[in-house]
């Protein structure tokens, strides 16, 4: 049996629509329905690399133009002040003092969330507004407890050239008022990214 040229070209056709689609099996991943492996090369991932930062947090609560600004009032009776919250855009700078140069901002709040110590709850972005890193963030969510020497908490993700971001902060208390509630950290940022 003689083949003619439109069964070639149909069986060509079939080959290559075979090939065709265990080719975008291959680049997707294995389809289960609602989720699928990926390549990280197809969102443009490449070697992942740790990254340290280190600046000054200021939470500045005088003044006229406060960074930290309380939202809800804990009850007269806490000594830990359980359950106020503070919202936060708190400058980060390059020294411990507020002129230095600005890297980005903490934006996010802070609830006190225990009733036995002043142990916080911290929900804030680290946005960076300078180099190659203008526009990207690091999320940090965790606890904070204020009266040790040394506090970690975890980073959670970020965005920008810190997108699948994961680590932790270590935050040190460089000075505090208590007359005003004012106060400057140094945070060191150890940050897995691409």
Same mark, same amino acid.
């Given at each position: 049996?003689?083949? #003619?040229?439109?069964?070639?070209?149909? #069986?060509? /056709?079939?080959?290559?629509?075979?090939?065709?689609?265990?080719?975008?099996?291959? +680049?997707? !991943? @294995?389809?289960?329905? /609602?989720?699928?492996?990926?390549?990280?090369?197809?969102?443009?991932?490449?070697? @992942?690399?740790?990254?340290?930062?280190?600046? *000054?947090?200021?939470?500045? &609560?005088?003044?006229?133009?406060?960074?930290?600004?309380?939202?809800?009032?804990?009850?007269?009776?806490?000594? #830990?002040?359980? =359950?106020?919250?503070? %919202?936060?855009?708190?400058?980060?700078?390059?020294?411990?003092?507020?002129?230095?140069?600005?890297? !980005?901002?903490?934006?996010?709040? *802070?609830?006190?969330?225990?009733?036995?110590?002043?142990?916080?709850? $911290?929900? $804030?972005?680290?946005?960076?507004? @300078?180099?190659?890193?203008?526009?990207?963030?690091?999320?940090?969510? =965790?606890?904070?407890?204020? /009266?040790?020497?040394?506090?970690? %908490?975890?980073?959670? =993700?970020?965005?920008?050239?810190?997108?699948?971001?994961? =680590? &932790?902060?270590?935050?040190?208390?460089?000075?505090? #008022?208590?007359?005003?509630?004012?106060?400057?950290? @140094?945070?060191?940022? *150890? +940050?897995?990214?691409?």
């Amino acid at each position: 049996m003689a083949k #003619t040229p439109s069964s070639i070209l149909a #069986t060509q /056709f079939i080959i290559l629509s075979l090939l065709s689609s265990l080719a975008i099996i291959l +680049v997707q !991943g @294995e389809d289960q329905g /609602f989720v699928r492996s990926l390549d990280p090369k197809l969102l443009g991932l490449k070697k @992942e690399k740790l990254s340290h930062f280190r600046f *000054y947090w200021h939470d500045i &609560y005088s003044g006229k133009n406060p960074s930290a600004v309380g939202v809800v009032r804990a009850p007269t009776n806490s000594s #830990t002040l359980f =359950g106020s919250v503070s %919202m936060i855009d708190d400058p980060l700078t390059q020294g411990p003092e507020l002129s230095s140069k600005l890297w !980005g901002r903490a934006q996010g709040f *802070y609830a006190s969330a225990s009733q036995q110590e002043v142990g916080l709850l $911290m929900a $804030m972005n680290f946005h960076f507004i @300078e180099g190659k890193y203008n526009g990207s963030t690091v999320s940090v969510l =965790g606890r904070n407890q204020v /009266f040790n020497k040394v506090r970690e %908490m975890p980073i959670i =993700g970020g965005s920008g050239l810190f997108r699948f971001a994961r =680590g &932790y902060v270590e935050a040190r208390t460089h000075s505090f #008022t208590p007359s005003t509630g004012d106060a400057i950290v @140094e945070y060191n940022v *150890y +940050v897995l990214h691409y």
